[in-house]
């Protein structure tokens, strides 16, 4: 089966919802019209194509276009060879689609990276932190209106916004039958 | 008045005694120990926090970023040449096969990765091998180090040194190469190189043996690597794991076989996998992939077209002057020439817009850059799938039930570089 046929395949199976596949130096590439419907796409291409590796899951920022946003994912069937890049395009407004983690697990790092850097939230993704970036920090970097040259933030956001562990004094064990997380403080409360 | 008062001190070695004895032992108490940003077994700044039960890790949450650039964001604001310096930084480590990747990725776009001048693909081939064997030395080094094996360090990067200064002879920089132009390369090997070549895989046949007679039957190398943080065939797809740490679970996938780019289809080698896809296993297939890549080295240096001093002066660029810059002579004599080098160096090539991936097998694994063109000579869209970063998203799931003193053994046998991984 080669990536064209398994193309058809989806468009066959998915009808409207999939377009017509299109080649770009040797490459297939399809897109999804609803983002809603991504996961069942995906599970399709995995379970009755033979996806069973992603590759890569990255971001487009349309800036001035509508809808604002395209999610791209590279998938690869190991056995068969064949690749095949599906696209999905999600609206500034919703800024949501649902994760694929359920399908392939090394999604759970790319989807991370996307919302730290572009702002697309996964839906029923169990982990969504900033992954590049810090937490706390109020910026999506890879936006198109984000100037290359940064905008100032609080450095470091959260991280120092408590006192240091062992601020102001040598380390202290309090002696008491307490389990070990209160005898061994990690934040020393300043006594005013 | 004045009174006296009795102060009673209980003597302190009692006093610790009867505390101890006090203590009530919690079980399943756990513990958050926090390692890295800097920790020598962490190569470079990645923080990863265990959660301890005891010695056992019952948890285990990778923090990366530490690292991070912005190489994304730079590339989307200049020309793709302008890029390669860029890529050298990615990993640091095997600096000449980024530069191969990404030109090769560019190519793709441009759709002239398979038209480039034979002599070229040979040098380009040899650059990635050299960079190979150089990550895998310096991987195996520290890996080793950090299990106590200290003397196969200084052996490694004995070999490695011989790498910097072919590196050196050929781009004239020994780490930041940028070695690579879209379509062909800096300048063509110099007219020893060759016998360079051929003189370093004498004296690393030799240092590798070493190493191997100091490792792979070392009863505490083995001890510590086998049937530890054991990746199953399922688990490795799942995750998306590619280069030996994919191999070393058992899965023949090597981009350089299966999607072979390059001259790679007419050189002879072997994709060696493991069988368990435990650290040992992972450990095994770094070893061959170097001979192998010796053995590919090997071919090279006695196939190239043209010859080590190209008598019969093969090209290494692309004859097309839209893409590479012509030679200075024709630029200060000729005016179509001269056009072609202002378009050049102001605006870049024009690269058709579309959008392409393609992935190179770098020795961490597969380095892929997808990108997005609307035309013009500035990428719309650049993405780096870098492999460092996927490999190390298992963590989370392989360290919890191995101890702490596991930890620099399973990061060692990830084998990852944090300058691709943050970008």
Known sequence: MTSLETAQKLKAKFGDLVSEPTEFRGEIMIKVADAEQIVAVCEFAKKQLGFDYLVDVSSLDNYGDDPRWTVVYELRGLASACELRIKTDVSEEKSELPSVIGVWKTANWHE????????????????????????????????????????????????????????????????????????????????? | MATVQDI????????????????PDDVGEKMVLNMGPSHPATHGVLRILLELDGEVITKADPDVGYLHRGDEKIAENMTYTQFIPYTDRLDYLAPLANNVAYALAVEKALDIHDKLPPRCQYIRVMCCELARISAHLLGLGAFAMDVGAVTVFLLTFTEREKIYNLAEAASGARLTTSYTRIGGLMRDIPPTWCDQVRQFLKEFAVALAEVEVLLTRNRIWVDRLRDLAVISKEMAIDYGLSGPNLRGS?????????????????????????????????????????????????????????????????????????????????????????????????????VPPGEIYFGHENPKGELGFYICSKGGGVPYRLKIRSPSFINLSILGELMPGAMVSDVPVILGSIDFVMGESDR
Request: net charge negative; charged share 25%; with cysteine.
């Open chain 2, 250 to 350: 058992g899965i023949e996938w090597d981009l350089r076989k299966n999607q072979p780019y390059l001259c790679y289809k007419d050189l002879q080698f072997d994709i060696p996998t493991g069988s368990v896809g435990d650290c040992y296993d992972r450990y095994l297939v770094r070893m061959e992939e170097m001979r192998q890549s010796m053995r590919i080295l090997e071919q090279c240096v006695n196939k190239i077209p043209g010859g080590a001093e190209n008598k019969s002066k093969e090209p290494v660029n692309v004859a097309d002057g839209k893409i590479v810059l012509p030679p200075k002579h024709g630029v200060m004599t000729k005016m179509e020439e001269l056009i072609h080098q202002f378009m050049l160096v102001t605006e870049g090539m024009n």
């Open chain 2, 8 to 23: 009673e001190i209980p003597d302190s070695a009692a006093r610790a005694a009867q505390a101890v004895d006090e203590l």
């Open chain 1, 112 to 192: 991370r990276e996307i919302y730290d850097m572009m702002g697309i939230s996964f839906r029923e993704h169990p982990d969504l932190r900033r992954i590049l970036m810090w937490e706390g920090y109020p910026y999506f970097p890879l936006r198109k209106d984000f100037p290359l040259a940064g905008k100032p933030s609080d450095i470091p956001g959260v991280a120092f916004s408590k006192p240091a562990p062992m601020e102001g004094g040598p380390f202290v064990t309090i002696p008491s039958t307490s389990s070990s997380t209160a005898r061994e403080p990690r934040v020393r409360i300043p006594e005013n």
